[in-house]
Nanobody, 124 residues
Framework: QVQLVESGGGLVQPGGSLRLSCAAS????????MGWYRQAPGKQRELVAT???????NYADSAKGRFTISRDNAKNTVYLQMNSLKAEDTAVYYC??????????????????WGQGTQVTVSS
């Protein structure tokens, strides 16, 4: 009933910038927290940044000062502006929507969702 579609990944040189977007679609009533996670080859998925419906943010230490998370509640969309990218930022980036309340028929349900992932490669 709810889908997350990511966009904005790609290949960028060290020191460059990328902006990721993730749009949630469906009969959504509200989304409590949206965020970005990443998974590099051979490593576990890790938190990058999250943002609540009210705008409170949380960043991994590796993202602080370089990445900025934001969201548009009216569009159910979350963004990740990534600056000063490093080779170690190379990973598949996944969007997450936590506690999504949505309609199915006339009833409300709450669940969590993940996007399909978008590849970010930082290389010269």
């Amino acid at each position: 009933q709810v889908q997350l579609v990511e966009s904005g990944g790609g290949l960028v040189q060290p020191g460059g910038s990328l902006r990721l977007s993730c749009a949630a679609s469906g009969r959504i009533f509200s989304i409590q927290t949206m965020g970005w996670y990443r998974q590099a080859p051979g490593k576990q998925r890790e938190l990058v940044a999250t943002i609540t419906r009210g705008g409170s943010t949380n960043y991994a230490d590796s993202a602080k000062g370089r990445f900025t998370i934001s969201r548009d509640n009216a569009k159910n969309t979350v963004y990740l502006q990534m600056n000063s990218l490093k080779a170690e930022d190379t990973a598949v980036y996944y969007c997450n929507a936590d506690r999504v309340t949505y309609y199915s028929g006339s009833r409300l349900y709450t669940d969590d969702y993940w996007g399909q992932g978008t590849q970010v490669t930082v290389s010269s």
